[in-house]
């Protein structure tokens, strides 16, 4: 990924108004999923191209330069992915996230929902 190269953008930097969250329902992430992934194998018996309805199942965006998205057609350099679902047996959590959902709630005032602009650069800074 380090040679990879992308295009200067001239989109001009707005600033932020809000910010919403949402959960979706299963029905939701199911229908907006361009792929069920069933199979946790990335290729194919062959080892020569992706799996379909594997982790690496072509509709969800290339991982290699020779093939192109199944879902946009577009290079692995201009399709930014799609994302797939996998069913599970009962709802799960990943915990990776709850300190970044924990610092972008507290960028937002409890009491007007305006976001605090003293601490958004907090957030933004890594770490």
Same mark, same amino acid.
């Given at each position: 990924m380090a040679?990879?190269?992308?295009?200067?953008? *001239?989109?001009?930097?707005? *600033?932020?108004?809000? @910010?919403?969250?949402?959960?979706?329902?299963?029905?939701? @992430?199911?229908?907006a999923s361009v792929a069920a992934i069933t199979y946790p194998e990335t290729m194919d018996e062959t080892r020569t191209k992706p799996r379909m309805n594997g982790l690496n199942d072509p509709r969800l965006g290339s991982v290699d330069r020779q093939f192109k998205c199944a879902t946009c057609l577009e290079p692995m350099a201009e399709c930014n992915g799609h994302f797939g679902h996998i069913e599970l047996a009962t709802a799960v959590y990943h915990p990776g996230y709850i300190k970044k959902v924990k610092k972008?709630?507290? @960028?937002?005032?409890?009491?007007?929902?305006k976001v605090l602009e003293d601490r958004v650069s907090i957030f933004l800074l890594p770490g």
């Open positions: 040679n990879l190269h992308f295009a200067h953008s *001239d989109a001009p930097l707005k *600033d932020i108004k809000e @910010i919403q969250f949402s959960l979706l329902s299963p029905e939701e @992430i199911k229908g972008i709630l507290e @960028i937002v005032c409890p009491y007007c929902s």
